[in-house]
Structure formats: structure tokens, C-alpha cells
């Protein structure tokens, strides 16, 4: 097997036999992605078996296969957050050609090498490049609308979504609630369920089960649903100082590092995609530290920061939470262009009204008193004041312990059992 570096962290090869992969773990290699479909012709391990060889030896393994008949951006896109991992990593399809594909396609959207370069290069990897560049061409414009599908869970007020590309069969689910009695104590996975068996009906696959922030007033489902679907997780990148702030006030000793948690912790612009349709992080900081925005094609999941023009804003009294920073984040998604879809994360349905969670920019900006009506001093000044009058949410001192792990339980005790604690005169009652 002839091995091709490409910079420090990535090379390339054509497929692995099984007597390889002692050599690859003792090269340093510590995640392998296989972007041949099993199907393809020839004499070859499956990713099944691969995969056991690969896990066997503590090497992480992904199955990314393609061809350009089937090659969406969420692919190449897909590889790059695998590499964002850190690991030394090798990729293969049937030469390696194939996998250096990926990586340059990535390059050249991202505009980091021009097409002459892309050319040079796609031969020093023995890539087609009149191939990859006339899929490049026939997916430079990405798809413009988003199909959205919102899921109310009445118990919380909560929105969860799937957005998706139905062309490209592709998913992405947003905010994802865990069901928890808290008279009981019970977990469960009814909305989950729910959210799952939608999209398999649709059959789609699902890209990406994301987090806008650590929520405070419910459970969430990402890393159960990410499990369950093989899709990535991703929450913003400001998660490990909200992790930090809770760590110590539940007196933690340890917390998985949330690289670990999550598959992304996203910066502000970063870019993926759900099949075809580009998605952009907007960082959101207000609600909570780590609150993002999902920029995606038409539409915006902007969660605890504006709710409907008739209920005004989330509030910026949670720790880490700022209303300053709140309203900063406002005015960022009141740029956006005003026929932007905006879809929030919890509609309290004020005097019962049926429950809603679509606006647009230019609805909040016309209609939402919170900013209609004020500049950034009287909103301030009249969040504080209206956040002082705010119990905590009910499930809070229980639901951040799970949230800064992705919606994992603390270990088990002795026992087999999961508990969750709460810190007794931490807050003003
Ligand atoms: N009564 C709810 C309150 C939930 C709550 O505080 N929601 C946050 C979003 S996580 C918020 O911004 N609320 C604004 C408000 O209630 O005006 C509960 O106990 O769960
Ligand atoms: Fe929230």
C-alpha cells in the first residue's frame, strides 16, 4: 500500500490489506476514512471489516464513501470536520485519488488554492481533474430553500427541527428534547422517536444533530439521536466555558473535554453542509455563552433569542448569559436579509394563542417591541428588569449537568444507576 502525505496530518492510499493496520497504528495513524462504496468492483475488505481491524487497534473509523454521480458538498464538507478532529489521518478509496478529491474540492471552494492549482494537484494525487471540476461547475450554485419541519413539545414550550435537502435525501435535526419526568425521574425517548420515524418515512439520512446552545430547560437528545443515525453532532465552540462555569457550580471533578462530546464545536462563520444546502454559524452570545445561530440557505434557527415578534426576546440572566451581548446578537440576525426565515426555539403561547415559531427579519424588525421600540440602553436596562422577575426554569439545575455533556447522563454509580445532583443555596431562591 503506497502511502501519500499531503500536509502533517493527512495522507492518502489506495485500500488497506488487513495486515496493514498493525503498521498503520504504529505510523501514528489514529483515524482512517474509507471513501470507496463497498459495492465497487474488485478484491477488497468490506467497511465492516475494516472497521473491526481499524477499532481493534484504537483507531477511529468512518465509511465516507462516493462517486460523482452521487457527490453532494455535505461530503467534502463532512471530511473536513473529521480532519478538524486532530488526528493523524489516513484516507483511501481504491488508489487514494478519490480521497485527495475531497480534501481539494474543499480547498478550492474555500478558496484556499485556485484552479490551477486544483489541476496541479489532482495529478500529483492522479485525480481526473476535468471530472472533479466538472462536478465543481455543476455544484457551484447550492440549493436556495431549506425544507424546515418544526416539532412542538408542548411540556416546555420547545421548537426542535429537521431541515433538509429532499433532492439530496439529506437532514439535519436542531435542538433535539430528551423526555425527562421529573416527578419519576424517568428518561425517555418519545420525542426522539418521533423526530426519527418522520424521517425515515421521508428517508432521508440524517447529516447533523445540532445543539443552538445548552439549554436550560429541558434534556437534550443529540448525542442519542447522533448514535442512532450515524450523523455528526456539533454545538458552538464558547460550550467549554459554559462546561467550566457549570463544572464548578456542581463541584465536578471531571467532565468529558467536549472534543470528545461533541464532532464539532463550531466558530463563528464556519461552514457545512446538509446534502446541498450551505449552513453558516453565527455565534449568538446572550441567552447563554455558547448560543449559535444556523445560518442555512433561506432559513435561520436562531433559538433563545428572538421568539415571536409578540413575546420579545429569551432572556439574559442564566449564568454566562448577557444582555448586552444579547442585543448585539439581535442586531446580527436583524442584518440578515429580511425575507430570512427565522425559527425559534420556544413559544410560550401567550394568552393561549395557538403555538407559532416562524417569522422573518423584517417582521422582528418591524413588529418585535424589544427592538422596534429601543435602542440598546433601554433594552438592557429593561431585560435586567424583566429577567429579576424570572424563576428559574423548573429543570434547570437538573438539565445542565446533562447538556454540557450532550445530553449524556453522568456515569453510572456503583450501582448501575445514573443520579444527578443539585447544588443546595447555590442561587437565590
Ligand atoms: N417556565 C419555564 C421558563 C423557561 C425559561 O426561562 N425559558 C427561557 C428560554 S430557555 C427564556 O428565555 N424565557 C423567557 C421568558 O420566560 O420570558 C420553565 O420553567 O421551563
Ligand atoms: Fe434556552
Known amino acids: 500500500m503506497r502511502i501519500r502525505t499531503y500536509h502533517h496530518q493527512l495522507s492518502f492510499s489506495g485500500a488497506p490489506a488487513a495486515s496493514d493496520f498493525a503498521t498503520l497504528h504504529q505510523q501514528g495513524y489514529r483515524l482512517i476514512v474509507n471513501n470507496r462504496p463497498d459495492e465497487e468492483p474488485g478484491e477488497h475488505l468490506s467497511h465492516q471489516q475494516e472497521k473491526t481491524l481499524a477499532e481493534g487497534m484504537g483507531i477511529d473509523y468512518v465509511y465516507l464513501p462516493y462517486t460523482f454521480d452521487t457527490l453532494t458538498w455535505e461530503t467534502v464538507y463532512t471530511f473536513h470536520y473529521l480532519l478538524r478532529r486532530g488526528k493523524k489521518t489516513l484516507a483511501h478509496c481504491r488508489s487514494g485519488a478519490r480521497s485527495a478529491c475531497l480534501a481539494l474540492l474543499h480547498a478550492l471552494r474555500e478558496g484556499r488554492i485556485d484552479e490551477a492549482r486544483f489541476r496541479s494537484q489532482c495529478e ?81 439520512g440524517v447529516a447533523w444533530v445540532l445543539d443552538t446552545h445548552p439549554h436550560a430547560d429541558h434534556f437534550s437528545a443529540a448525542t442519542w439521536l447522533a448514535q442512532k443515525t450515524g450523523a455528526l453532532s456539533g454545538i458552538g465552540e464558547k460550550i467549554t466555558a459554559v462546561q467550566g462555569l457549570w463544572q464548578d457550580i456542581y463541584n465536578l471533578k471531571e467532565l468529558p473535554p467536549a472534543e470528545t462530546v461533541w464532532d464539532a464545536l463550531f466558530a463563528d462563520g464556519d461552514v457545512f453542509f446538509i446534502g446541498n444546502l450551505r449552513a453558516e454559524v453565527l455565534l449568538s452570545p446572550g441567552h447563554t455563552l455558547a448560543s449559535v445561530t444556523y445560518h442555512i440557505a433561506d432559513a435561520a434557527f436562531i433559538h433563545d433569542t428572538f421568539f ?67 435602542d440598546k440602553a433601554q433594552f438592557i436596562a429593561q431585560r435586567k428588569q424583566r429577567d429579576a422577575t424570572l424563576p428559574h426554569p423548573e429543570l434547570m439545575l437538573m438539565a445542565l449537568q446533562v447538556n454540557i455533556r450532550g445530553g449524556v447522563l453522568p456515569d453510572c454509580e456503583d450501582d448501575g444507576r445514573h443520579y444527578l445532583k443539585i447544588p443546595v443555596n447555590r442561587f437565590k431562591g
Open 124 to 204: 500529483e494525487y492522479g485525480a481526473d481533474a476535468d471530472k472533479a471540476l466538472s462536478w465543481y461547475r455543476r455544484h457551484q450554485s447550492v440549493q436556495s430553500h431549506a425544507q424546515v419541519h418544526a416539532f412542538y413539545e408542548p411540556e416546555s414550550g420547545s421548537l426542535q427541527y429537521v431541515v433538509a435537502d429532499p433532492e439530496a435525501r439529506r437532514c439535519a435535526i436542531i435542538d433535539p428534547v430528551l423526555d425527562f419526568d421529573r416527578r419519576s425521574g424517568t428518561v425517555s425517548h418519545q420525542q426522539a422517536h418521533t423526530i426519527l420515524s418522520f424521517i425515515r418515512q421521508q428517508g432521508w
Open 308 to 374: 415571536m415578534p409578540d413575546s420579545g426576546t429569551a432572556r439574559a440572566d442564566f449564568p454566562g448569559g448577557n444582555a448586552e451581548a444579547l442585543w448585539d446578537s439581535l442586531q446580527r440576525i436583524l442584518s440578515l436579509p429580511a425575507d430570512t426565515r427565522l425559527f425559534t426555539g420556544h413559544d410560550y403561547r401567550p394568552a393561549g394563542r395557538e403555538a407559532r415559531w416562524e417569522s422573518t427579519v423584517r417582521e422582528q424588525r418591524e413588529n418585535n417591541p424589544w427592538v422596534a421600540n429601543m
